[in-house]
């Protein structure tokens, strides 16, 4: 039996553990982690956390000799637990590329509020990233951390880091200390004229947040600005829960009528009722109130705000004459919403004042209709008694389009253009049906000659938008191309030079 023999040769086994990892047990698990896009810092705590309780910190630089992608890891870790040690021994050894290995810590420490770890970042000159820590440290409340940027770091480099998005989005849970250091503070350091943009915008999201506790506070500032007195007026009429800014409004303030047309867009009576008891200009007996009377009733009609028109004509007792020259020189505007709100007393409001409309008002309220019930037999509309102040409407508005157009299918072509101009998705079902009924009014050549007219227009108007649905259908199921062909024709006809005529 042949002897067996071991090789101890000192060279031959240095041969063989050269090919071997060499990894000390404890270091195996940081082969499976690293820094990356996507990982959170608390990825690192389930093996750093346990290894550090067993071996503490002697290891650390053979951790990092064996495995350099474990620098990351260490400062990563050291930065979510406000290891301090941790960070200094990694810069006095392997300097600061070793701290900006990882590039949110930064961030990390300025969200946690750890002001001793931002404190050691900045002073050992880390830069990466450092804009986000601001808002960061925002959003979790940590004024102390955003006083030491404020004290240490140049203000031309922070100007964007608090934009306005980071106050509206935290603006419903800030504190207000922490609120007003940054408007006393903050921004007149640093970014200016961010704040003179954007005070009135804050006060009106404190309000509508409920912070009501901000907007007192704010209120002031606004009221000092150019336009301050005209914004309290603004959010006091468009939030729900703001009777407490009344405190705040300038009684003696003096409104145009484009500022009236912008507060009674969308207030509601109950708030603008004790206001008009608390302005100057409204009143009785102000040498103002029948200018300020007559500017709401135009800004009502405007925005096609009914209840608004039937509250001031009806309770605010306007001049006879007032109220008449505002209705015939004023157009109502606006959109089927507000009209759809009334009840039929406002067909007698509308009738009684004889209260014009604008043409696109009528066409987008008849439109709207339409769409809304699929309904388009006029007849029937006229039969029927109105039920409804939408049903009057129509039929009122249909009558004044026939004398504008001169005939009914007219008004019916005209419905079908405004369709097709102002909805991006009219339904073909609705407009074959319209287009169907406007053929069967076609009484004379002149009714013909219009609706070639009209479809040119359309068949035009259709391409310029690129609508290639609506062109398909005009140009195979309508006599849009051939109107369009006689309308080229027509043209080229009238453009074209005359022959001169041969003298024999």
């Not at 082969?31 to 956390?49: F, K, L, N, Q």
């Not at 919403?337 to 009334?342: R, S, T, Y």
């Not at 014009?356 to 769409?371: E, K, V």
């Not at 009122?396 to 253009?417: D, H, T």
Request: aromatic fraction near 10%.
């Amino acid at each position: 039996m042949p002897q067996v023999t071991v090789l101890t040769t000192p060279d031959f086994v240095g041969l063989i553990c050269q090919f071997q990892p060499g990894v000390p047990h404890d270091f195996l698990a940081f082969r499976h982690i690293e820094c990356s896009y996507g990982t959170r810092a608390d990825d690192m705590t389930p093996v750093m956390a346990p290894w550090l309780a067993v071996y503490g910190t002697s290891r650390l630089p053979l951790l990092v000799d064996s495995m350099p992608h474990t620098q990351s890891i260490i400062v990563t870790f050291a930065a979510n637990h406000g290891r301090l040690d941790i960070l200094q021994f990694m810069y006095d050894r392997y300097g600061l590329e070793a701290i900006q290995s990882w590039t949110f810590i930064f961030q990390l420490a300025a969200a946690k509020g750890d002001l001793a770890t931002v404190q050691f970042l900045h002073r050992v000159g880390y830069s990466y990233e450092m804009e986000y820590g601001a808002e960061y440290a925002l959003k979790n409340g940590h004024l102390p951390v955003l006083q030491y940027m404020l004290q240490s770091i140049d203000v031309a480099e922070m100007r964007d880091w608090i934009q306005d998005s980071a106050i509206r989005t935290t603006i419903s849970q800030v504190e207000l200390n922490t609120f007003r250091w940054l408007l006393d503070d903050w921004f007149p350091a640093v970014n200016p004229d961010l704040l003179d943009t954007n005070l009135a915008t804050w006060f009106c999201l404190a309000t509508n947040s409920d912070r009501h506790d901000l907007a007192h506070w704010l209120a002031p500032k606004v009221k000092a600005t150019p336009r301050g007195a005209f914004e309290i007026l603004s959010i006091l009429l468009g939030s729900k829960d703001a009777a407490f800014l009344m405190s705040y409004v300038d009684t003696d303030i003096v409104l145009s009528t484009d500022d009236w047309r912008k507060l009674l867009h969308s207030c509601t009576i109950p708030r603008l009722a004790p206001l008009f008891d608390k302005l100057t200009c409204l009143q009785v007996g102000s040498t103002q109130r029948r200018a300020s009377l007559k500017q709401c009733l135009e800004a009502a009609m405007v925005f096609g705000r009914y209840d608004l028109m039937q509250w001031l004509v009806e309770t605010q007792t306007m001049e006879p004459l007032d109220v008449r020259a505002t209705f015939a020189s004023v157009k109502v505007a606006g959109e089927i919403g507000h009209l759809d709100l009334c009840g039929m007393d406002m067909a007698e409001f509308l009738t009684k004042h004889d209260v014009q409309f604008t043409r696109d008002c009528m066409l987008q309220i008849m439109c709207a209709y339409m769409r809304q019930t699929k309904l388009v037999d006029w007849n029937a509309w006229r039969i029927q008694p109105h039920d409804s102040i939408i049903m009057f409407a129509v039929s009122r508005f249909f009558n004044v389009l026939v004398k504008e157009e001169g005939s009914e299918a007219a008004v019916v072509g005209r419905c079908i253009q405004y369709l097709v101009a102002s909805y991006p998705t009219p339904g073909l079902t609705l407009l074959r049906r319209v287009y169907q009924l406007w053929q069967s009014m076609l009484l004379n050549e002149d009714d013909v000659a219009k609706k070639r007219t009209i479809e040119t227009e359309m068949l035009d108007e259709a391409k310029e938008m690129d609508r290639k649905a609506i062109v398909r259908w005009l140009l195979n199921e309508t006599s849009a191309a051939g109107a369009s062909q006689l309308a080229t024709g027509a043209n080229d006809a009238a453009n074209r030079p005359t022959r001169r005529r041969r003298h024999h």
